[in-house]
């Protein structure tokens, strides 16, 4: 590292060139001698000793110099950086904890772009530590919150800088430690709802599809969960469509934590803008997980609600169902009015009386539904005048 000399001392250095040696000659010269590189290499190496710096050049029998990498510059950026990339693999949570926020304050800080990349991939590398599960946690950790953050003003270098991240977290989704699976799947929600271009962000949502599809029981949960959260974000129709499918076979999972959660998440989505097409989709396997008795009753619940969001949603004309296919639900909800779970019952009957309020039903069904159903509390309007 080339050293050079800039600027003037402080007022409490007397620069050396101005005194006299031991022999009454002048000691100064006009570039740093080796002396001075060495000192100014080992005081950058440690930040404790900055205030040591201008006696320590002095002592060195050298001209006071102005360091211009010294803490604030590229070279001891990049020694932090080292530093804050071993303490992620401390043993210590409370080692490990500070270094990531240290490491993350610096990445969000003013420093130069090429550094934060530089910061970034360090953390990659250490994702891929075979070797040390504390790394690997650290890194995820780290990048979780960066996924989350404002990496530049500039957004085409945020959106780059957080589109380094999106392959190598896909693959910690595989990751043998369940901590750093969970940071990685944490981070690519994060990246979802952020400016990353829509090619990544479905990329992630089909890596948890993946998952969902042919992963570990842990790695479906984990995976129909992530689907669960970003169901929630604002995030185009058709990424949540290529959802439909995998969650639709997912009522059929061995795990029931999966299936309770995959009819949780068509219950949302019977809510969304996603289009009709894939909303007329759901209504048989609803109808089907509703139906089978055997089912657990938390999961047929949801299945329910699913279908009442379906009916009852009116959102745009394409993502709203048919007439025909409400129609066809009637008996499905006119059938849960005998269910033994009070939600299924009340939800049944909260559809029931909004056939009879939208719809020009054949009387005899009319007939059956007005003696069969409670009537809904009017809502009441105040004057508030």
């Known amino acids: 590292m080339e050293l050079p000399i800039i600027g003037q001392a402080p007022n409490h250095i007397i620069p050396l060139n101005a005194r006299k040696g031991p022999n009454g000659n002048n000691n100064a010269t006009n570039k740093p001698g080796r002396s001075v590189k060495l000192a100014a290499n080992h005081f950058a190496d440690n930040e404790a000793n900055s205030g040591e710096l201008p006696e320590y050049l002095e002592y060195c029998g050298q001209p006071f110099i102005f360091l211009k990498t010294l ?15 071993l303490s992620l693999g401390d043993k210590n949570k409370d080692v490990r904890n500070k270094a990531v926020c240290d490491l993350t304050d610096l990445i969000e800080s003013d420093i130069p772009v090429k550094l934060k990349a530089k910061s970034i991939k360090s953390l990659i ?14 890194a ?28 190598p977290l896909i693959k910690a989704l595989g990751d043998e430690d369940k901590s750093v699976q969970e940071h990685a799947k944490n981070a690519l929600e994060n990246l979802v709802e952020s400016d990353i271009s829509i090619r990544l962000k479905a990329k ?17 949960e984990l995976s129909v969960n992530a689907l669960g959260y970003l169901t929630h974000s604002d995030i185009p129709a058709n990424l949540k469509e290529i959802m439909i499918d995998p969650l639709i076979e997912a009522l059929n999972n061995e795990n029931w ?5 995959a009819a949780a998440v068509l219950e949302n989505l019977a809510l969304s803008d996603i289009s009709h097409v894939y909303k007329e989709k759901m209504i048989e396997p609803l109808i089907k997980t509703f139906s089978n008795t055997e089912e657990l009753d938390v999961i047929r619940t ?24 409400k129609k066809y639900m009637i008996n499905p909800f006119i059938k849960a009015l005998d269910d033994e779970v009070p939600a299924i019952h009340d939800s049944a009957n909260r559809v029931l009386n909004y056939y009879l309020a939208n719809f020009n039903l054949p009387d005899e ?18 004057d508030m005048q």
């Open 125 to 138: 590398k250490a994702l891929k530590n075979d070797n040390n599960s504390e790394l690997r946690n650290g």
């Open 204 to 220: 992630i949502i089909r890596s948890f599809i993946k998952a969902l599809k042919s992963g570990s029981e842990a790695d479906q």
């Open 365 to 382: 069904v009319k007939l059956k539904l007005i003696h069969r159903i409670t009537p809904l509390p009017k809502t009441i309007d105040l």
């Open 71 to 85: 803490f604030t510059g590229q070279a001891v950026t990049e020694k932090k950086i080292e530093d804050f990339m």
């Open 140 to 167: 995820a950790f780290a990048l979780e919150y960066l996924a989350l953050s404002d990496l530049s003003t500039d957004p085409e270098e945020n959106r780059a800088l957080k589109e380094m991240m999106v392959k």
């Open 257 to 261: 934590q999966v299936r309770n959660s």
């Open 302 to 325: 949801h299945a329910v609600l699913a279908m009442e969001n379906l009916v009852t949603t009116d959102s745009s004309p394409d993502s709203n169902i048919s007439l025909d296919s």
